[in-house]
């Protein structure tokens, strides 16, 4: 059984930054995707940032320029770091992994992720 469980969440500033981090066990997959996800009150929860297991990567467009999304495979450890944070960005954040079919691209849709963390919650004021 995948497990994932995320930290480095917290309080911020607007503009600040913050690093989150997810480790990663037993996610044997040859081929995978892992993700980022996030999910504010009363919304539904979005696509962040996705890695596949050849270190491709995809952002979703609103937020591209501002987050960095990277995979350590020695620590097993999924990271994202965000910069120039904004109040809107406040919610709580999810890495998702799943098994990915080869020749796919990663896919940014929540229903896709088979694999889930508990979340961190960031919380960023004006």
């Known amino acids: 059984q995948v497990q994932l469980v995320e930290s480095g969440g917290g309080s911020v500033q607007a503009g600040g930054s913050l690093s989150l981090s997810c480790a990663v066990s037993?996610?044997?997959?040859?081929?995978?995707?892992m993700a980022w996800f996030r999910q504010a009150p009363g919304k539904e929860r979005e696509g962040v940032a996705t890695i596949d297991e050849l270190m491709r990567k995809t952002y979703a467009d609103s937020l591209e320029g501002r987050l960095a999304i990277a995979e350590d495979k020695a620590k097993n450890t999924l990271y994202l770091q965000m910069n120039s944070l904004k109040p809107e960005d406040t919610a709580m954040y999810y890495c998702?992994?799943?098994?990915?079919?080869?020749?796919?691209?990663?896919?940014?849709?929540?229903?896709?992720?088979?694999?889930w963390g508990q979340g961190t919650q960031v919380t960023v004021s004006s």
């Open positions: 998702a992994a799943l098994r990915r079919r080869a020749g796919s691209w990663c896919p940014m849709r929540m229903d896709d992720y088979t694999h």
């Open positions: 037993k996610l044997t997959y040859s081929t995978y995707c």
